[in-house]
Structures are given as C-alpha cells and as structure tokens.
T-cell receptor, first 116, second 115 residues
C-alpha cells in the first residue's frame, strides 16, 4: 500500500525565520510525483510546490523549497523568511503511475503557526 | 474568475435526507475528483472521473454517486445521509487523463453537517 506520513502534527515558527516540515512516503513505484499543498483557515487547498521523482534537482518556488531524498523516500518542505500568511495546514501528497487514476494520497497534515 | 467552484459552501441537513453538491471547473480540464476531509483534517479520494472512466474508491458507500452532465461538471449526490457523512468535501480537477503526473486544482470545499 502507498502511504504518506507527516510526523509533525503541529509546528510553530517566528516570523522571518526558516522552518522545515517533514514528509516520508512508501511506495514500490519508481515513477511518481510529490506535492505540498497548503490549506489556510479559509479552507482552500493551494498548491505550494511539486516534485517529479525522476528529477534529481530539488524544486523551488520563491520562499518554498523541497529536500527530496528518493532513496530515503523523504520529501521535506522548507519555508524561508516565514510570513504570517504562511499560517496554515500543510499537506504532503503523493501520486504514482499505476495508482488509482492519479488519485492523490495525502498525509495527515502539519499545522504551522507563524508568530509575530 | 474562480477556477474550480462548488455550491453550496455550507450544507446543514437532517439524517436520512438526500443532498447534492455541485462542482464546476472552467479550466478546460479532462479529469475531475471528489475528496472527503474528515474532522481530523485527513483527506481521502472518493472518486475520479474523466469522460471515459469512473474510478471509485472501494471504501466509499454506494449512497454516494458522482454524476457528470458534461466535462466541466462533476456533482456529488448523497442518499440517506448519515451522521458520519459530516465532513468537508472537495472537488478538484486536472488537465488531462493521465492523472498521476498532473497538478490537481481544488475547489473551496463544501462543509456538510448532518444532524
């Protein structure tokens, strides 16, 4: 079975500092994609960043970057220069070829609070 | 313009009723999805659908049925609502039919409360 584990239910960080959210996954597939989604209090699910498993280079998107370790099946999200608007639930998600029509498998989320 | 929209945003109803949640996407995407987010914020796929194939998560009760009048819409019908159906339901869409390599775009969610 394919699973995604986020081991940090809650985290907090001071504004302007850097925080890293962890995610591990389990799959026997070799071809897959990984995503981080953000869910602020508004409830909207917003894509933060995505990573193709065949790419060795870590994805970056402005203040957001990932540390993708394929052998370790690890996909952490680093948020630099944290802003109050980064306060949200963050979900790691996985999508593999050969899975159910590309359905995303989500971790249980990490609640991030950015403090002023 | 909203890319993926859902109506209603909130739905409060009595146990045993039948209700529908509508989803529309104006992105021209080929595949649409329904996800359920429970009270602990856990998100789980319910259905995925393109114009060729409906895939149902085997854990979804048959009281839930997706209906697609056209490519831009995937509505969720729920019969004989139960207390455990209370959750937030998200619609999503992705561009093509290959699924796994595509980013999914989510609607704002519908909070369903069954009393």
């Amino acid at each position: 079975a394919q699973t995604v584990t986020q081991s940090q239910p809650e985290m907090s960080v001071q504004e302007a500092e850097t925080v890293t959210l962890s995610c591990t996954y389990d799959t026997s597939e070799n071809n897959y994609y990984l995503f981080w989604y953000k869910q602020p209090p508004s409830r909207q699910m917003i894509l933060v960043i995505r990573q193709e498993a065949y790419k060795q280079q870590n994805a970056t998107e402005n203040r957001f970057s990932v540390n993708f370790q394929k052998a370790a099946k690890s996909f952490s999200l680093k948020i630099s220069d944290s802003q109050l608007g980064d306060t949200a639930m963050y979900f790691c998600a996985f999508n593999a070829y050969g899975g159910s029509q590309g359905n995303l498998i989500f971790g249980k989320g990490t609640k991030l609070s950015v403090k002023p | 313009d909203t890319a993926v929209s859902q109506t209603p945003k909130y739905l409060v109803t009595q146990m045993g009723n039948d209700k529908s949640i509508k989803c529309e996407q104006n992105l021209g995407h080929d595949t649409m999805y329904w996800y359920k987010q429970d009270s602990k914020k856990f998100l789980k796929i319910m259905f995925s659908y393109n114009n060729k194939e409906l895939i149902i998560n085997e854990t979804v009760p048959n009281r839930f049925s997706p209906k697609s009048p056209d490519k831009a819409h995937l509505n969720l019908h729920i019969n004989s609502l139960e207390l455990g159906d209370s959750a937030v339901y998200f619609c999503a869409s992705s561009p093509g039919t290959s699924g796994f390599q595509e980013t999914q775009y989510f609607g704002p969610g519908t909070r369903l409360l069954v009393l």
